[in-house]
């Protein structure tokens, strides 16, 4: 497989992740508060905004251009991650700090995957 093919599989793949990513916050936003142990607002925030993003990086994948738009969603997934863990090493509950964990290590596979794709 190509590394342009690989590329933009992996731009759709991490926006209809985030798409029900931010889905799952805006609807159980509630429950996601009680948590995280954080105004009810965060997580209806953060799911809008996730779902922004979704659709920002599926657009992305359409450009002519991919080498670009990849490179920068591979950087926003690089950030993206570290903040997601040090959230999770600060985050109160046990449960939290796994979920966190586990949503940082798949946003890092998705940045590892996208500079691959790059490298081709």
């Known amino acids: 497989m190509s590394g342009e093919l690989l590329a933009r599989r992996l731009l759709r793949l991490d926006a209809f992740y985030c798409?029900?990513?931010?889905?799952?916050?805006?609807?159980?936003?509630?429950?996601?508060?009680?948590?995280?142990?954080?105004?009810?607002?965060?997580?209806?925030?953060?799911?809008?905004?996730?779902?922004?993003?979704?659709?920002?990086?599926?657009?992305l994948a359409a450009r002519p251009s991919w080498r670009s738009p990849v490179a920068a969603v591979a950087a926003a997934n690089v950030v993206g991650a570290a903040a997601i863990a040090a959230l999770a090493i600060l985050a109160p509950a046990t449960a939290a700090r796994v979920l966190l964990g586990a949503v940082a290590v798949e946003?890092?596979?998705?940045?590892?995957?996208?500079?691959?794709?790059?490298r081709r």
Do not use: E
Not at 24 to 33: D, E, G, K, M, Q
Not at 109 to 116: D, E, I, K, T
């Open 19 to 59: 798409a029900g990513a931010g889905l799952i916050a805006v609807l159980l936003f509630a429950p996601l508060a009680t948590l995280l142990d954080t105004p009810r607002a965060v997580p209806a925030v953060a799911g809008i905004a996730t779902l922004g993003w979704a659709g920002l990086v599926h657009r």
């Open 107 to 118: 946003v890092a596979a998705f940045a590892v995957a996208q500079l691959v794709a790059l």
